[in-house]
């Protein structure tokens, strides 16, 4: 029995349960509707009291100015106007946008490990995959601390690798000129595994028979990879995508954690080609105790993130194939 | 069971449902806010005082003194309250906006102003005298960090200065002289030029944009300041503190310490205790490490700051506080009293972690580490300039290594950086007033 099988079964089995019909025929609005208010009321009201009403009342702030122990003066738009003139401000969103665009590139990275890994007769693939899977699951905490140990500049295991083939190294986690990349490469190593769970899955939902027909008819490996594989999986490349986009504009505690040092980050000379929108709304809000112009610059990205969100969404069209 | 369900799929639309939901979510809200607050009790019953530090190595000396309190005042119960640095502030912000700070708490330089302006300390002026405590019996600099508009909020309880630490196994083998009491400033650059063996990774000196450890000392011993004395402007674009900046920044020219990024990567501390470091500005908190680290404790020493145009150092120390709206604002001043006492000194002084700051019981702090010359760091009391402090030291403290950094690497002349440092502080204290 082939994959593809296994994931048509329930999908059959579903649509001859009597009970689903039962459901379908009560009239709305009965007292099933009551109760499913009721079921759902606990989520509803969490989301409402931890999300929705902090997000109503950050925007409220984001035009006041917020004194750091409550209590709010209306100052209209002038959080928003400052936000345009601060240059920092500039760079953390030319920052957040270079350091997506290279984790959107880890994902052709992570179709080609899942196909590899996908492979029939793949000896030892369950080590493989937990051992990807691994940095997923390991905390931020440590895997900074792990990769700053690698980067160092005077004793880092990199840089004595490098120097083994005549290369002298960099201070990776401290030139402004590399930092940015040096943390997006940890970037992708920790999302790697995630998103090669959700392209295994998807590999192993397209039938075998596609795979066959396209041997029968003498299509080559790279071919049908193209032709075959990526099409069918880009409900999955999709979803990676998404979720990789919204994680990355988000990026706050990898680069906190990388730009540290023990007399606090504004140390590292790199801080200000690293620094994100978010580590900008930290700094802003819980650093220099400024709640109105942190919560502009939250608002900011709340934007961006539903802007290209929508944008992806109309793409899609042009590019996703639901099965 | 049945009208119940019918009462919630009402068909007036929106009408109970809307209403119901509104209710649970104010349900939930006052439920939190009550949660959050403790029944009052009157005059003679048991008062339960929370106090909330931050070092986990201080507990055991806090918690002797709290055994002493508690014994001479049997209806007052004590509890600590420890939590972590990185997040006291964050907590401690969010408690007092809440209304649920602790009773009483620690405080350090920084955050003292930001606290007393936004009224979250209690005022002790008035009650200082009816509870025996004398201001004089501690560093009139530390004092003055946490007086705020003529006001005292809090009782020093420790307090650290920089003293000059040297390796004496890296200056016999470049011969140069150790430092001592009469070096200048001229004396460490030399020495520092000396010492310095890049091709076997020895430093002179490491010279990072630290404040307090490094320039806030050097401006002040070139006669400048950091923050004008009313707090309202910044003194980092007057010739004075310039040089004080300079200091440094020629050091790093000079290639006598460790680049930026390398200082970085790599914290100057490391480097001094891996015996590749001749000098380091140290605080008196660094010393316990140093006694403690087979690799450097028996070639090491400590003197006080080489002068510049005159002799300063920069004081900076902890203080206790009480809660502005605590329940027991008598009990609480009480407690700080006795914090305050030289009794509750003596403890601290013998578990041998801070210097406290009530004067004369520092010598057992000294006696602690006798192979160093800690006394230096005691003799620097007699020109202590207090930490610089205003109502929001974070907003532009937190900015200052981020301004000078292009200076300590060599792509800006200092006196630019200093200018632009200047401005951003102006504006930050701007935004205070």
Not at chain 1, 103 to 110: D, S
Not at chain 1, 152 to 168: A, E, K, T, W
Request: proline share 6%; net charge neutral; glycine share 8%.
């Amino acid at each position: 029995m082939s994959a593809a099988d296994t994931l048509a079964a329930p999908a059959r089995d579903s649509g001859s349960k009597p009970g689903g019909r039962a459901i379908r025929r009560r009239p709305p609005g009965g007292s099933e509707q009551g109760w499913a208010y009721l079921m759902i009321a606990p989520m509803t009201i969490g989301l409402a009291v931890f999300y929705l009403w902090p997000i109503a009342q950050m925007f409220y702030y984001s035009f006041t100015k917020s004194g750091p122990f409550g209590g709010q003066t209306w100052i209209g738009t002038a959080n928003y106007h400052a936000l345009v003139d601060e240059p920092s401000v500039v760079q953390a969103v030319v920052n957040t946008l270079v350091y997506t665009a290279i984790q959107l590139a880890g994902i052709p990275l992570a179709v080609l490990f899942a196909t590899l890994l996908n492979q029939r007769g793949l000896r030892g693939r369950s080590i493989y995959r937990a051992l990807y899977f691994l940095p997923v699951v390991t905390m931020p905490v440590a895997v900074a601390m792990l990769w700053r140990w690698m980067y160092n500049g005077d004793y880092g295991v990199i840089n004595y690798l490098l120097s083994m083939v005549g290369v002298r190294g960099m201070h990776w986690a401290a030139d402004p000129s590399v930092a940015l990349y040096a943390v997006a490469a940890i970037g992708i190593w920790m999302s790697l595994g995630y998103n090669l769970v959700i392209f295994l899955a998807g590999l192993q939902g397209i039938p075998a028979e596609y795979y066959e027909a396209a041997a029968i008819d003498g299509s080559g490996a790279a071919r049908t990879f193209l032709r075959i594989t990526v099409p069918l999986l880009s409900p999955s490349i999709f979803f990676a995508t998404i979720l990789t986009m919204i994680n990355s504009l988000q990026m706050f505690d990898l680069a906190y954690m990388m730009m540290s040092t023990p007399s606090g980050a504004s140390g590292n000379p790199a801080l200000p080609r690293v620094r994100t929108i978010a580590y900008l709304f930290y700094q802003k809000a819980f650093v220099e105790h400024d709640l109105g112009f942190g919560a502009a610059i939250a608002f900011v990205l709340l934007g961006f993130i539903l802007v290209m969100t929508f944008i992806q969404f109309r793409l899609q069209k042009r590019w996703v194939h639901y099965g | 069971m049945r009208n119940k369900t019918v009462a919630w799929s009402d068909p007036t639309p929106g009408g109970v449902r809307r209403r119901s939901v509104i209710a649970a979510v104010g349900m939930g809200l006052l439920l939190s806010a009550t949660a959050c607050g403790s029944g009052d009790s009157p005059g003679n019953e048991k008062v339960e005082l929370s106090y909330r530090i931050w070092d986990k190595n201080q507990q055991p000396a806090m918690q002797q003194i709290i055994d002493k309190f508690q014994a001479a005042n049997p209806n007052i119960k004590v509890t600590i309250q420890l939590t972590p640095s990185a997040e006291f502030w964050t907590k401690m912000q969010a408690d007092a906006t809440a209304g649920s700070a602790p009773d009483v708490f620690w405080m350090n330089g920084p955050n003292a102003q930001f606290y007393a302006s936004n009224g979250v300390l209690l005022p002790l002026s008035d009650e200082l005298k009816s509870n025996g405590v004398d201001l004089a019996n501690y560093p009139e600099a530390l004092t003055r960090i946490y007086s705020y508009e003529g006001k005292q909020y809090g009782i020093p309880k420790d307090f650290d200065t920089i003293g000059l630490w040297y390796n004496k196994k890296l200056f016999d083998a470049a011969g140069v002289k150790y430092p001592d009491e009469t070096w200048t400033w001229q004396n460490v650059a030399d020495a520092a030029r000396k010492l310095t063996n890049e091709s076997k990774g020895i430093y002179g000196i490491a010279a990072p944009p630290f404040g307090q450890e490094n320039y806030y000392n050097t401006i002040f011993q070139a006669g400048g300041y950091v923050i004008s004395p009313d707090g309202k402007t910044s003194g980092y674009d007057q010739p004075a503190a310039i040089e004080g900046l300079r200091f440094w920044t020629d050091l790093m020219k000079a290639k006598a310490s460790p680049s930026l990024k390398s200082m970085t990567d790599t914290f100057p501390a490391q480097t001094f205790q891996s015996g590749k470091l001749a000098m380091y500005y140290a605080g008196s908190w660094d010393a316990v490490a140093f006694a403690k680290d087979d690799n450097i404790k028996n070639d090491i020493d400590v003197t006080v700051l080489p002068k510049g145009q005159k002799q300063a150092v920069v004081i900076h120390g902890l203080a206790n506080v009480a809660y502005a709206k605590t329940k027991h604002p008598k009990e609480a001043m009480k407690f700080l009293a006795f914090l305050g006492s030289k009794e509750a000194a003596d403890i601290q002084a013998n578990t041998g972690t801070v210097i406290p700051a009530f004067t004369g019981t520092q010598e057992t702090w000294v006696k602690s580490m006798p192979q160093y010359h800690l006394q230096s760091y005691l003799d620097e009391l007699a020109y202590a300039v207090p930490y610089p402090v205003s109502k929001n030291t974070s907003a532009w403290q937190s900015k200052e290594a981020e301004i000078l950094g292009p200076a300590w690497s060599g792509e800006k002349d200092i006196a630019v950086a200093a200018k632009e440092l200047a401005a951003m502080m102006n504006a930050a204290l701007q935004k205070e007033q």
